[in-house]
């Protein structure tokens, strides 16, 4: 480069963007070499460890949770704490790419509510506040699922790679629905994706995303359905209500990028005015977790206008705070969503319901969405101002002419709802067969 420079080329010039694009050719292509022999080497210690732990009696299992709303695998251990050949206890670790609260009040969260949930003898901590310490587990187990696919949210002891590298099987399940956006392609790009034992997907799509995306094409993917929906099946339905029940979503991507899809600096007045004089319509105000934080910085509302606002709406008579992790219930119990949640596109379909999406005017459906996601979106009632929020709420949830409906669950049916309500259970039996003895 410095003989570039030297011939008095200047910084933009063809050589020497010539020159950038093939340094940057030449390091993907060491890193990609550097990735398959990596799983080559992972699946051949794997496929060992697995006849060792063939032969014990019991295999314990680390359910890895850092947040409380993912949710997709606990319908799986509590199929595994109801086999004596498994032993799987959760254990919490902290996001610690955030902020201080944000680790604090998510832990406690996702700690206290499984804990509530499964017993405080199957939740194990991952981090001591007093001592300000993290436990490192990996020597304690013999199989490990993730929520969580980002090494770098997490602690060394909880990163994939860490557990990967102490020769323990991971296999992953996601903590949304996937093939829908740009980031199930980030995510399929991941490094750690490749190195995961057995990798659940939910649709064949996701397959063919991958074999495009992801370096060892799929390799690792089982077609299994999407385990965090199979719960709504046992839900039953609500007996006919004198009120309608609508869930209020707004995501946390407010940031400008180009699989940003959040609106809410566009519509959250919209909002409020709407939960405000729908008198006779409850709503639950169920934002992403993340959203709080993202609004509270400096560079967007600050943490004063942010709390004000979200007073301001929970103060409301006919409006719920919604923040608990499992969400299979609420949706159950509801009659319409508005949102603009990436995995709500796909997830709510389960319910045969009616959904408005929110959205952002510099949103391009082309570059933010697959073909699969604009489907998804496409069975929705579309949201631009206040008047379509009226229009959906009146005509739509209080009428009940839902134009769209036939067309929603056949979709729902043929492309989102794969081995629905049997997906855990196509899990559950590939780990049981595997480690039979």
Not at 67 to 87: P, R, T
Not at 108 to 126: D, M
Not at 256 to 276: K, N, R, T, V
Request: hydrophobic residues 35%.
């Amino acid at each position: 480069m410095s003989s570039l420079r030297g011939l008095g080329f200047s910084k933009d010039s063809f050589l020497r963007v010539k020159w950038r694009r093939l340094r940057q050719k030449k390091k993907e292509i060491l890193l990609i070499t550097k990735i398959r022999l990596r799983y080559y080497w992972i699946t051949r210690k794997t496929t060992i460890k697995i006849k060792q732990l063939q032969s014990k009696d019991t295999i314990k299992v680390a359910f890895l949770q850092m947040y409380a709303g993912e949710c997709q695998n606990h319908i799986l251990f509590e199929k595994l704490l109801g086999d004596q050949c498994f032993e799987p206890y959760f254990i919490i670790n902290p996001d610690i790419s955030r902020s201080d609260e944000n680790f604090r009040v998510q832990y406690e969260r996702a700690y206290n509510e499984i804990a509530l949930k499964y017993g405080k003898e199957r939740v194990l901590h991952g981090y001591d506040f007093v001592s300000q310490t993290f436990y490192d587990y990996v020597d304690r187990f013999d199989l490990m699922t993730t929520a969580n696919p980002y090494d770098s949210m997490a602690h060394q002891f909880f990163k994939i790679k860490y557990w990967v590298k102490k020769s323990i099987p991971v296999f992953y399940i996601s903590y949304f629905y996937m093939g829908r956006c740009i980031v199930t392609i980030d995510n399929l790009k991941l490094e750690t994706s490749n190195y995961f034992w057995k990798f659940f997907v939910e649709n064949q799509g996701v397959i063919a995303l991958a074999k495009k995306c992801q370096v060892i094409k799929g390799k690792n993917m089982i077609l299994s359905g999407y385990p965090k929906m199979d719960s709504l099946a046992s839900i039953p339905s609500c007996p006919q209500k004198k009120r309608k029940l609508i869930i209020i979503a707004p995501h946390h991507s407010i940031y400008e990028a180009q699989s940003a899809i959040g609106s809410f600096l566009q519509y959250y007045d919209i909002l409020w005015q709407c939960m405000q004089t729908h008198h006779d319509i409850d709503f639950v105000f169920r934002p992403h977790p993340l959203l709080y934080q993202q609004l509270a910085r400096d560079d967007f509302w600050g943490e004063q206008k942010t709390k004000e606002y979200y007073d301001k709406v929970c103060a409301l008579n006919n409006v719920t705070y919604s923040t608990q992790g499992d969400y299979t219930e609420l949706f159950a119990q509801s009659d319409g969503l508005i949102h603009d949640c990436g995995s709500f596109m796909a997830e709510y379909l389960y319910t045969g319901k009616p959904c408005a999406f929110l959205y952002r005017d510099t949103l391009n459906p082309q570059e933010a969405w697959t073909e699969f996601g604009r489907k998804c979106v496409g069975v929705h009632y579309p949201i631009h101002k206040s008047d379509d929020i009226d229009w959906f709420i009146q005509n739509v949830i209080i009428s009940g002419n839902d134009s769209k409906k036939a067309q929603r669950e056949s979709f729902a049916q043929n492309e989102v709802m794969i081995n629905y309500p049997h997906a855990t259970q196509t899990i559950y039996e590939l780990l049981k067969q595997t480690f039979s003895k």
